[in-house]
T-cell receptor
Framework: GQSLEQPSEVTAVEGAIVQINCTYQ??????LSWYQQHDGGAPTFLSYNALDGLEETGRFSSFLSRSDSYGYLLLQELQMKDSASYFC???????????FGTGTKLQVIP | DADVTQTPRNRITKTGKRIMLECSQTKGHDRMYWYRQDPGLGLRLIYYSFDVKDINKGEISDGYSVSRQAQAKFSLSLESAIPNQTALYFC?????????????FGPGTRLTVL
């Protein structure tokens, strides 16, 4: 079957670093994406990893290990506005199928 | 800058009613998707379409149907609404020409079935 697992909630302090993990199970894996969603808002794209390694975009970085079926999103210099839900999602079946995880709710505290 | 729009934004209906949720996009993307979001369950794919003549079922298509009227329009219908279809519904688009990795979401439609 196809599935993703990520923690349901994470709390971190403003200015700190937090890592949100995602493990997946699927066949025909193409890549792993991350999305951010603020309460009441629409998901917005953060990053995509097709190959093993770290992708950095400003304060956000995303990592993928295909051999371990594992990825993570790293948020540095946390700000209060980073409080949101973060979803990992994978593409399989030749980009024909997109499966989202259940999301990690990040709370940034002062 | 509403590239992906959804109408209505909120809808309250009664069990057994037929309703349609509409999605329009001005991004020129070929791929369009319908998701529902329930608390604790994340986003689940209902239907997706890669062009006007291509419609595919997602993981939870039962009780739903779709129509791709044009490249820019993708509608979701609930033939006979039931209370467990109460959810937040999102339309999304992506562009195969740009790799198709990034999905662009509309603002969502909050549907309540009484």
């Amino acid at each position: 079957g196809q599935s993703l697992e990520q923690p349901s909630e994470v709390t971190a302090v403003e200015g700190a670093i937090v890592q949100i993990n995602c493990t997946y199970q699927t066949s025909g894996f193409y890549g792993l994406s991350w999305y951010q969603q603020h309460d009441g808002g629409a998901p917005t794209f953060l990053s995509y990893n097709a190959l093993d390694g770290l992708e950095e975009t400003g304060r956000f970085s995303s990592f993928l290990s295909r051999s371990d079926s594992y990825g993570y999103l790293l948020l540095q210099e946390l700000q209060m506005k980073d409080s949101a839900s973060y979803f990992c999602a994978f593409y399989s079946g030749g980009y024909q199928k997109v499966t989202f995880g259940t999301g990690t709710k990040l709370q940034v505290i002062p | 800058d509403a590239d992906v729009t959804q109408t209505p934004r909120n809808r309250i209906t009664k069990t057994g009613k037929r309703i349609m949720l509409e999605c329009s996009q001005t991004k020129g993307h070929d791929r369009m998707y319908w998701y529902r979001q329930d608390p604790g369950l994340g986003l689940r794919l209902i239907y997706y379409s890669f062009d006007v003549k291509d419609i595919n079922k997602g993981e939870i298509s039962d009780g739903y149907s779709v129509s791709r009227q044009a490249q820019a329009k993708f509608s979701l219908s609930l033939e006979s609404a039931i209370p467990n279809q109460t959810a937040l519904y999102f339309c999304a688009t992506s562009d195969l020409g740009q790799g198709g990795n990034e999905q662009f979401f509309g603002p969502g439609t909050r549907l309540t079935v009484l």
